[in-house]
């Protein structure tokens, strides 16, 4: 999921230095990298004509600078949700149309990632796909698919909130809501988003990273008409979560068993390569 050979310092990603040419941000003069089916539309709009035409939109401009990882882990949210999803017939009409939406958006986006792939493959000319990319108005094609992602959780979010029946898991407004703030289409925002502020939207403290909050009011807050029958209610996403934190745990227990072998085997070496020289010593 995350590629850190393709990471940057957090702290030098947005602030100038004297170290950097010219004395910019890295922002300013790295390429992009990474997947690009996971991209926000300023990412894309940096691809095609780079950081100075970024710069001269603020909106977008502040969405490359701070945005990126939120982006990231947003798009791989709605996949699995998107993916994941029951069959057509057993989801409310509102899931439906996000997952219209989110299969229009991931077209598009694998068919421009699929160009960007070949021309990496096969030493193909860079610039001429940017102009390719350009004259397509790939970053506004983006951009108009995920308006459409954000106004389909939009309304799922409110039919959630406002629905009293049990087809809507707990929780599922917040995670709506959290999903809204991870995802950008680019929008005008009036300051750069947190991952305190996701946390906020799913009910979380920020100080206690995890652990959901307990307080009936906060609760109230996020879900304040979802009928309390719903919060007995064990239905298949809880046990595909119990599942899936069990195979983490199997995972974990896993490593511990690796790095356990890495060590023996490392201590083993280390004796090998001390007998070795004592009986090098001693033939000479």
Known sequence: LVDFGLAVDASSWMDSSDSNPGGKSEWEFLDVGGDCRYWPVSAWLQFQVGCRELAADPALSLEYQTHLD???????????????????????????????????????????????????RHGGDWVVLKQEFVALGVHA??????????AALELAMHAALGHSGSCWPLGSASLMSALLAMVSSGE?????????????RLGHQP????????????????????????????????????????LAAKVMALSDDFNELQRRDAEMSAVSARSGMRHTLAAA
């Open 141 to 150: 094609i983006v951009a108009d698919r995920l308006r459409a992602v954000r």
């Open 70 to 120: 939120l982006q990231g882990l947003g798009i791989t949210a709605l996949q699995v949700l998107a993916e994941m999803l029951p069959a057509a017939h057993a989801v409310p009409k509102e899931l439906r149309g996000f997952k219209e939406a989110w299969n229009l958006y991931w077209e598009d986006a694998t068919r421009f990632w699929a160009a960007l792939l070949d021309t990496f």
């Open 207 to 246: 100080h206690s990273v995890g652990k959901p909050a307990s307080s009936k009011a906060t609760q109230q807050q996020h879900e304040p008409t979802l009928a309390k029958t719903v919060k007995e209610e064990r239905d298949d996403h809880a046990v595909f979560f119990e599942s899936l934190q069990a």
């Open 188 to 200: 005008q925002r009036h300051k750069a988003t947190t991952w305190e502020d996701v946390l906020a």
